[in-house]
């Protein structure tokens, strides 16, 4: 990746988007009807068979095997005046159906995209793949916009030649029995468009959908009504004060919180002895709303003057570097936070105050009992739902490698500056909070770069990034240490490794480079080194929480990517481990790392997402719809109020992502409780009154 202003970023997208003919108002063009014998005649196949099923339709029926696909030469070639390729698709099966288009042109470059959700079953649905379209990434974002009456095709936005298309070919992937699609007319329609797609509430101007916004004037009976519905329902029955469970068993009071078994299940328990089951909400606040318009202001239809009240919502972010985030660039310059900008025109003076007072109201009601990690700090301290606190390392020191470095290299525990930058880190913060018993605990750092099981080279990543760091580096020289105090000389280690070092001070100076297959030795001392890494970082946060709050639990690192050795390390000096599980469910078989782990488990992060309300970008978990997004839910809390291990799981995050990306890395997930306008999604809390009503007594039934 390369730092630089999003304006020199995109500038080269923009002119592009602008010099090309696509445009939404533009009609479509007929391309392939199946209404005549030539078009049919025109289809290819292979392992797959077509018949005319009704005038401008076919049955496609395709064989199981790799890849059968039917392949479609168009009648003319150009199709530089419009901007994707659309088609009608029909499943007529009990199953969903996924497939693959791909466009190619004369010189044999292609493009291909794919469906992000397999089409349910017996439903129809048109699709739309854009064709030279700039990628989202190259615009400051991870989702692009809709084109109004289709879903998207997932692209890889690879340019063809749009004046010289030669093929275009459906196919499906390794299909695992014989399938069949219906297939409409394909057509030629507009493409994705970038101009004036922010309305003035920081919502996509191009479409329609339940419950937006069109006016100023609606945010007011809309805040009432909202407030009605909390006076008459503010929180779900069977539920005390700290909002644990008021009926439920009742063990000691220490007045802070805890983790204990009961009946051979592990729960935290509130400062009152009552059982407590942790449903929790990240990013509660309005800190993160930002998005950037310096260098695409024609994405929006409108945007503050200077002297408008709400040019207040107006920030600058600088630069950052790059942490590897797979090609993704971090922007800078001017933002706009159309949702704080939003919370001032509904709630008016005062409306920070007024906003924070809402959503304590709103968890209350929905059964939330936790606000979780990076919400606003002003929420601290509320009195009123108890609270994680977020604490991150501050303070420069070597790094490593793993190879899992998707948010930045990890720290070299074994560097002597890492014991101050913890105490340091930790003091301020856990001396402020150390009395509070409203306090469940402390996340310390989020998704470090552990290394993960995919491979045993992964899995040991941090044990070879140590050995591949400068010769002067303390991970590296403790490795060799250790390395010697077991081998005591380099010819035994080089027989244990198959190796062939001269000396010592050749494998602490020369870059090291591990063999395609590891000994049994090696891969002893590898997982050694990688056990001994984690357990003096998890110790050294441990003991800095301890000398500056002793009553709070020490709730992990919120793991993305981990392996068993660091696991185990963590289970060792945590209270309560902590991992951030994007799937659609937690299944126990994906779990064995926990076998044999004894210990109380959070989810710090889970999310599902829809673009059925505007947005651009599902998330990590995609559904079709906000009543499909509502039913995960409620499935994935059922799902982890079953396992004995996890005592609770936090939902990332409370309100959407910006439409057009948040500044460090362009997220735009349609992902909130809350919309941009602060309105709620209905099926998203209706589900959570639902399934947090029943998830205590549901997690005291597991017999083990």
């Known amino acids: 990746m390369h730092r630089r202003n999003f304006l020199a970023a995109s500038t080269a997208s923009l002119a592009a988007l602008a010099a090309s003919p696509a445009d939404p108002a533009q009609p479509t063009k007929a391309l392939c009807t199946f209404e005549n014998p030539g078009d049919l005649a025109s289809v290819k196949t292979s392992h797959a068979r077509v018949t005319s099923l009704r005038p401008r339709a076919v049955q496609v029926d395709f064989d199981a095997t790799a890849r059968p696909m039917i392949e479609i030469a168009p009648p003319f070639a150009d199709f530089r005046l419009f901007g994707s390729l659309a088609l009608d698709v029909t499943n007529p099966s009990a199953e969903p159906l996924a497939f693959v288009v791909e466009v190619e042109d004369a010189a044999v470059a292609k493009t291909s995209a794919h469906t992000t959700l397999p089409l349910p079953a017996r439903a129809s649905a048109a699709y739309a793949l854009p064709l030279d379209s700039p990628s989202p990434v190259s615009m400051g974002m991870r989702g692009e916009p809709g084109i109004p009456g289709f879903r998207l095709l997932a692209e890889d936005h690879h340019p063809v030649d749009l004046a010289r298309i030669a093929a275009i070919r459906i196919y499906l992937h390794q299909p695992g029995s014989p399938r069949r699609m219906i297939l409409g007319p394909l057509r030629l329609a507009a493409g994705v468009s970038y101009e004036k797609i922010v309305d003035p509430y920081g919502q996509f101007s191009k479409e329609n959908w339940p419950g937006k916004l069109t006016a100023a004037a609606q945010f007011q009976p809309r805040k009432a009504e909202e407030e009605a519905e909390l006076k ?21 009071a220490t007045g802070f919180f805890r983790a204990a078994k009961h009946g051979g299940v592990w729960w935290l328990v509130a400062p009152n002895g ?40 107006y920030d600058t972010v600088r630069a950052v570097p790059p942490v590897g985030l797979h090609g993704m660039r971090f922007y800078a310059g001017r933002t706009f936070n159309f949702y704080a900008a939003n919370l001032q025109r509904r709630y008016g003076s005062g409306w920070q105050r007024q906003a924070q007072e809402m959503a304590l109201r709103r968890l209350r009601a929905w059964g939330m009992n936790t606000i979780g990690n990076w919400s606003d700090p002003a929420l601290y301290g509320n009195g009123r739902v108890p609270y994680t606190v977020t604490l991150g390392l501050r303070g420069a020191s070597a790094t490593l490698s793993s190879g899992s470095d998707y948010w930045g290299h990890m720290r070299d525990v074994f560097d002597p500056r890492f014991p101050q930058i913890v105490d340091d880190s930790v003091r301020t913060l856990a001396q402020a909070r150390r009395d509070d018993p409203w306090v469940v605990g402390y996340f310390v750092d989020n998704e470090l770069a552990w290394g993960n099981m995919r491979s045993e080279h992964s899995r040991y990543g941090l044990a070879l990034g140590a050995l591949a760091q400068p010769a002067g580096s303390a991970a590296r020289r403790a490795f060799v240490d250790r390395l010697k105090a077991r081998w005591n000389s380099v010819d035994r280690l080089n027989q244990a490794w198959a190796a062939g070092f001269a000396s010592w001070d050749e494998l602490l100076a020369k870059p090291f480079q591990p063999p395609a297959e590891f000994t049994p030795a090696m891969k002893e001392d590898l997982a050694a080194f990688t056990t001994e890494f984690a357990a003096r970082y998890f110790r050294t946060i441990r003991d800095a929480l301890r000398k500056y709050d002793p009553h709070h639990l020490y709730l992990g690192c919120r793991f993305a990517a981990h392996t068993r050795e660091e696991v185990l390390a963590a289970a060792q000096f945590c209270d309560v481990l902590s991992f951030n599980i994007y799937r659609p469910r937690l299944d126990p078989a994906q779990w064995t790392v926990l076998d044999g782990v004894d210990k109380p488990v959070v989810i710090g992060e889970f999310h599902m997402g829809a673009r059925d309300r505007g947005m651009f970008h599902t998330g990590l978990v995609p559904t079709p719809d906000q009543a499909a997004r509502a039913a995960m839910y409620q499935d994935y809390v059922r799902s982890v109020a079953d396992h004995p291990l996890f005592v609770g799981c936090h939902y990332f995050k409370y309100n959407d992502e910006p439409l057009t990306g948040r500044p460090r890395d362009g997220e735009n997930y349609s992902i909130g409780f809350t919309m941009v306008t602060d309105d709620v999604y209905p099926e998203m809390v209706a589900a959570a009154k639902s399934v947090n009503a029943e998830v205590c007594s549901r997690h005291a039934a597991i017999s083990r």
């Open 274 to 313: 009552r059982l407590f089951f942790s449903t929790g909400m990240d990013c509660v606040g309005a800190r993160e709303g930002g998005t950037v318009v310096e260098g695409r202001e024609n994405m929006f239809e409108w945007l503050p003057a200077p002297s408008d009240a709400l040019a207040a919502f």
């Open 232 to 252: 008459l329902h503010p929180a779900l029955p069977d539920r005390d004060e700290f909002g644990a469970w008021a009926s439920g068993p009742k063990l000691e």
